[in-house]
């Protein structure tokens, strides 16, 4: 069992930053992928960015230049830097990781940005 929570969201400004925290119960070592999703009101559930074990990193073509996602095994923690915020980026952040075939969600983060 893998329990994740994400911290980190916020009001801010257009054009500001946050940076998002997703923090697991044990070692994420063999959490694999580690991915951050996103949902805002009225619209689907997605992807956001995507870190393998191998260190390849995917963003959503709205993201990509200003998110980067990023992780450190030692404090069992997944990052997810967000830059130049856009009113657009405003929605409930989560983040999941997958243990062999097994998917866990975090709570989720709320993120509104301010135009």
């Known amino acids: 069992q893998v329990q994740l929570m994400e911290s980190g969201g916020g009001l801010v400004q257009a054009g500001g930053s946050l940076r998002l925290s997703c923090s697991a119960s044990g070692s994420i070592f063999s959490i694999n992928p580690m991915e951050w999703y996103r949902q805002a009101p009225g619209k689907q559930r997605e992807l956001v960015a995507a870190l393998s074990s191998r260190g390849n990193k995917n963003y959503a073509d709205s993201v990509k230049g200003r998110f980067t996602i990023s992780r450190d095994n030692l404090k069992n923690t997944v990052y997810l830097q967000m830059n130049s915020l856009k009113a657009e980026d405003t929605a409930v952040y989560y983040c999941?990781?997958?243990?062999?075939?097994?998917?866990?969600w975090g709570q989720g983060t709320q993120v509104t940005v301010s135009s």
């Open positions: 999941r990781g997958w243990l062999g075939v097994s998917g866990y």
